[in-house]
């Protein structure tokens, strides 16, 4: 989505990976987060979001489709892809207003081609983010 303009291109092939290899609704890294916020994947398929159409009339679902599944555990096979290592959920990452902006424009310069999620968290750090942890080396 465009509030997480530097998603870990590694994450979503790790997400969709897992949605091919298994036999569920959704595959997502936001049921239980353990990556920062701005680093969010969701891979379901069609069909997932026509059930969700015919489940639901509430504009609130319509606009934001996952969150009826979270709503709704009972009715939907959901599995979550966590961080095996430490738990980042409180990094923000995202670009929710004019500071993350701002930020985003410093770190951006920064970020060479093949980084991921721990080398935008660094920048973040350094340039003033949201963010409150130290980074391993």
Do not use: W
Not at 25 to 42: C, F, L, S
Not at 47 to 65: F, Q, W
């Amino acid at each position: 989505t465009g509030d997480c303009p530097f998603i870990d291109p590694k994450l979503i092939d790790e997400c969709v990976t897992e949605y091919l290899n298994s036999r569920v609704d959704i595959v997502t890294n936001v049921a239980r987060r353990t990556y920062p916020k701005g680093m969010d994947v969701e891979v379901l398929h069609y069909n997932t979001l026509k059930r969700i159409y015919h489940l639901t009339e509430e504009p609130m679902y319509l606009e934001h489709v996952t969150l009826f599944i979270y709503e709704n555990p009972a009715l939907f096979r959901i599995k979550n892809v966590s961080n095996k290592g430490r738990d980042y959920s409180f990094i923000n990452c995202s670009v929710d207003d004019i500071y993350d902006i701002d930020t985003a424009r410093k770190i951006l310069p920064t970020l060479k081609e093949g980084y991921g999620y721990l080398d935008v968290a660094r920048s973040y750090r350094e340039y003033g983010g949201r963010i409150d942890l130290q980074l391993p080396s």
